[in-house]
């Protein structure tokens, strides 16, 4: 198991390049289910959540090729449409093969994803969504088993709450849907209406993904397309928030600075100078007073919850109370623990997390828990005084590509080690 040996001090200087978004690439793999001919994907991020979900599309009958970034796939036809739990249970996001299955062959097998670290993260609402469109669905051993004989037919489906995945899983079954298929109080996220872009160059007729609500008009097939997925704010998230903990000078590079609008109006309050040098780049300067500012997490455009974690770990270096409170899951605080294990003074109430600052942070030995936690931790240890071993970076490895290798590039003194 892999772990990284952080020596926390340096203030990062340069340029940090941003990959493909995994959470756009990820139901853009699972929409070339939908034809026969071949998608052809570009700025695909190498991290483990795609290969997961490349294999289980290979499982179901598409042949892979993958050159780097680039991605080919072609789905002749569907072997077996299942997803099965050894999968599922590594990759949640295996849902999204329920509606493109649905859609091509009226049959989709799919385990149950279970529990995560963050939450309970049931998938009800895709299944209501899928229901409303006809499909006939149980759940038996742990297992959805959904069929649709006679196809799927247009619905106005309303979420009741916003899902990123239930939007895209139920997108993807409205285009060979008959007749139009209203979504409403849908996610505006930007990986959605990244694939909605893949899938009407697919010959879909899809109008308003981006925002609350989406029409779709079913079409008889889709064809082949090429795309390519759009930058991964997260991850240019991230690496904004290293160069401030870390009080250095940082340019992300092949970003889309209003996709981070949130953070980068958060980083200014808190007294972050951050500037955008052209359309693709944010820089960002540290180094001055942090003040604390409060957060509230909430859908898109708002404050991410993917990012949560991260400022987190600033704010433990700014100076008064910051309150964040955690809107969107129900356990997304486990970072909260082993940075404390660091020095950090954060308490727990609910949802919300009470950071008192500034702590000055030592290193320590912390496990990652998962995903964006772990990406805590590396920011946490950057900025913290000695050594910090982070164990279990596999979950990093899930949704960072070699983050030790750009963040050593800009100065930080971090390596993995086996
Ligand atoms: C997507 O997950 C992202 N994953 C998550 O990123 C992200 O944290 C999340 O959206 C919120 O932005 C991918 O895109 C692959 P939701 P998703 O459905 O779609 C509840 C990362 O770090 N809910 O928007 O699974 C759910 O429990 C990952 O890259 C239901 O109750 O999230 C949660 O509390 C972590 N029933 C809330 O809604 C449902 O049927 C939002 O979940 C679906 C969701």
Not at 136 to 160: C, K, M, S, W
Not at 258 to 274: I, P, W, Y
Not at 373 to 387: C, H
Request: proline residues 4%.
């Amino acid at each position: 198991m892999d772990k990284f040996v952080i020596k926390g001090g340096a203030a990062l200087q340069g340029e940090i390049p941003v990959g493909g978004s995994k959470n756009s690439a990820l139901p853009a793999l699972a929409a070339a289910l939908l034809t026969e001919e071949p998608v052809t994907l570009r700025r695909v991020p190498a991290v483990r959540d795609i290969r997961t979900m490349q294999r289980l599309l290979v499982d179901i009958g598409s042949k892979v090729d993958v050159d780097g970034e680039t991605v080919r796939l072609e789905t002749p036809a569907i072997v077996c449409p299942e997803a099965p739990y050894e999968l599922v249970k590594t990759m949640r996001a295996s849902s999204l093969a329920l509606g493109p299955l649905l859609a091509r062959c009226g049959r989709a097998r799919v385990s149950l994803p279970g529990g995560c670290a963050i939450g309970a993260r049931p998938i009800n609402l895709h299944i209501f969504g899928l229901e409303q469109l006809g499909a006939r669905i149980n759940q038996t051993h742990g297992y959805i088993e959904a069929v649709a004989p006679e196809g799927l037919r247009g619905a106005v489906v309303h979420f009741d709450r916003i899902t990123v995945t239930g939007t895209e899983d139920l997108m993807m079954a409205a285009v060979l849907a008959k007749g139009e298929t209203l979504l409403r109080n849908a996610a505006r996220e930007p990986e959605v209406a990244d694939l909605a872009q893949l899938l009407v160059k697919m010959g879909a007729r899809i109008e308003g993904a981006g925002t609350s609500t989406i029409k779709v008009e079913g079409v008889e097939r889709l064809h082949g397309a090429e795309h390519t997925i759009i930058a991964d704010r997260i991850e240019a998230g991230t690496f904004l928030i290293a160069g401030a903990i870390t009080g250095g000078d940082v340019t992300v590079t092949g970003c889309v600075p209003e996709h981070v609008g949130a953070l980068v109006s958060k980083l200014q309050q808190t007294g972050v100078g951050v500037t955008q040098p052209d359309a693709t780049s944010l820089r960002v300067r540290g180094g001055g007073r942090l003040r604390s500012v409060d957060m509230t997490t909430e859908e898109y455009p708002g404050f991410a919850t993917d990012l949560q974690a991260q400022y987190m770990a600033l704010m433990t270096q700014a100076e008064g109370i910051a309150i964040i409170e955690e809107t969107i899951f129900e356990n997304r605080f486990m970072h909260a623990q082993e940075l404390a294990r660091m020095g950090a003074n954060i308490r727990l109430d609910g949802k919300q997390a009470i950071v008192a600052g500034p702590r000055e942070l030592t290193g320590a030995g912390v496990i990652a828990s998962d995903l964006r936690a772990s990406a805590s931790l590396v920011l946490g240890a950057l900025v913290a005084r000695g050594e910090t071993v982070i164990d279990r970076v596999y979950h990093i490895d899930r949704g960072y590509e070699k983050i030790e290798a750009k963040l050593a590039r800009v100065g930080a003194k971090i390596q993995r080690v086996e």
